[in-house]
């Protein structure tokens, strides 16, 4: 199936006619494969490796591998028994955003099927909790047999509305928005999803996503992480859904340092395009950037973390969570 024309035209319109272009020819790519280890139970994990076929590891998740192609996963005993998750390496890049979370309670607020959940759950350890909900009941088991398959025994499944999640207030350290979105990110690896796509329904995500986050945010304890992240690349979506929370949530993320001029990246003419692959976000996140050297400031396609300061009293936050706010996180050094 083609690309929706709409869409096309206004990649094209976006990030110029080459990258445009190019953009559109890599959505007609192959896509690559890859999974992430589970770190207590994938025993002899070079054996398994050699035996899936990796082929190097993706850079910012220390248990993610690629792999040369996509074996019949369905056929493997490992699999079934959660020694690996199916994992884009796009996806696994949240862990490097939620940080150092061991001990901590995580919300993951749209979890289904769980990927991302498993990832918090192994940040997470022992001590610590995730919240996994999914608001579609059917998705929400689906979601429970791959938390049960992963077993570290520190998730609790709920299949709510967001508002109810809400309620808890300022209780977790981090919360996690995988926003249901209108998953441009999709057209390569399921061709399906471009008959869905139309302008309409990015409308309808992007408001969605903006009640969701109010509801992520109020459950967001004050010094806490917000991870927001689509597999989109609408810019009505990712970097505007990000400029109008900010226009409510303004006030209480605490201004930061001017990001400096990175020379490092190639941004196309709305600044998307970044090196590597990854894009570089719209103003309103960047405006989250950390003092990082510009040479490690980079972002991935429609995600976002920032942390709000002391909510109430405008006071810094104390203690092991930084005060400023990061606009998509650093790549470690290796790729940067
Ligand atoms: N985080 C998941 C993972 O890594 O496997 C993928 C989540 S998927 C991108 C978005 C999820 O949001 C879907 O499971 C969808 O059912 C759910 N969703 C849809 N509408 C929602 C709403 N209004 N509030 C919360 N979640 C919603």
Avoid at 257 to 268: I, N, V
Wanted: glycine share 12%.
């Amino acid at each position: 199936m083609e690309l929706p024309v709409a869409f096309a035209g206004r990649v094209v319109c976006d990030l110029g006619p080459e990258e445009g272009a190019a953009l559109c020819a890599a959505l007609d790519g192959v896509p690559p494969v890859s999974v992430r280890l589970h770190p207590a139970k994938c025993g002899d994990a070079g054996a398994l490796l050699r035996r899936l076929g990796a082929c190097g590891r993706v850079p910012w998740c220390a248990d993610g591998h690629y792999l040369t192609e996509r074996p019949q996963f369905t056929f493997d005993p490992a699999f079934h028994a959660g020694a690996y998750y199916v994992q884009e390496a796009a996806s696994q890049f949240v862990g490097r955003l939620v940080g150092d979370v061991a001990g901590r309670r995580v919300l993951d607020l749209c979890a289904a099927p769980g990927g991302k959940t498993t990832l918090y759950a192994s940040l997470v350890g022992p001590e610590g909790l995730v919240v996994a909900n999914e608001i579609d009941r059917r998705r929400a088991s689906v979601l429970a047999d791959n938390v049960r398959k992963w077993g570290t025994g520190n998730v609790a499944v709920t299949a709510c509305e967001p508002k109810a999640l809400g309620e808890f207030e300022n209780w977790f350290d981090a919360v996690a928005v995988d926003a249901p979105c209108s998953g441009e990110g999709m057209f390569r690896k399921d061709p399906a999803s471009r008959g869905e796509w139309s302008e309409g329904n990015v409308r309808l995500c992007a408001a969605r996503q903006d009640a969701i986050l109010r509801e992520a945010w109020r459950a967001l304890k004050p010094g806490g992480r917000l991870i927001y992240s689509t597999c989109t690349f609408n810019r009505d979506e990712d970097e505007g859904t990000l400029e109008r929370m900010l226009a409510w949530a303004g006030d209480e993320v605490p201004p930061c340092p001017k990001p400096e001029r990175s020379g490092a990246s190639s941004a196309g003419r709305s600044g998307r395009s970044g090196p590597i692959g990854f894009s570089r976000t719209g103003p309103a996140a960047r405006a989250f950037s950390p003092p990082w050297p510009a040479s490690r400031r980079t972002s991935a396609a429609g995600c976002g973390a920032l942390r709000p300061a002391e909510r109430f009293s405008g006071r810094p936050t104390k203690g092991p969570w930084p005060n400023w706010a990061v606009g998509c996180g650093s790549l470690p050094p290796c790729v940067s």
